[in-house]
Nanobody, 115 residues
């Protein structure tokens, strides 16, 4: 079955960096776009970044120039490098994909940006 497992979250000071990882299994990873979403308390889940099967990328305006999404098809992994973190980046971050048209999510990883 499809599984997405995020890791790498934590507490970081403003201006700091974190690298999130997502391990995918149960589907042909290289054939699907991968996404990172985030959800802050009391808010909707919002798209942060997407990477296509050809590794083209798109970002939410709020993270452009600070976050970088990448993928390793040999390892079935997708990453989100987050630099210059701000308190407003605090959220649960989810890895997502839609193999065969069905949306799957990981369990999420908490990112807290605070001094």
């Amino acid at each position: 079955q499809v599984q997405l497992v995020e890791s790498g979250g934590g507490l970081v000071q403003p201006g700091g960096s974190l690298r999130l990882s997502c391990a995918a299994s149960g589907f042909t990873f290289r054939l699907y776009s991968m996404t990172w979403y985030r959800q802050a308390p009391g808010k909707e889940r919002d798209l942060v970044a997407v990477i296509s099967i050809g590794s083209s990328t798109n970002y939410a305006d709020s993270v452009k120039g600070r976050f970088t999404i990448s993928r390793d098809n040999a390892k079935n992994m997708v990453y989100l490098q987050m630099n210059s973190l701000k308190p407003e980046d605090t959220a649960v971050y989810y890895c997502g994909s839609r193999p065969s048209g069905v949306q799957y999510w990981g369990q999420g990883t908490q990112v807290t940006v605070s001094s």
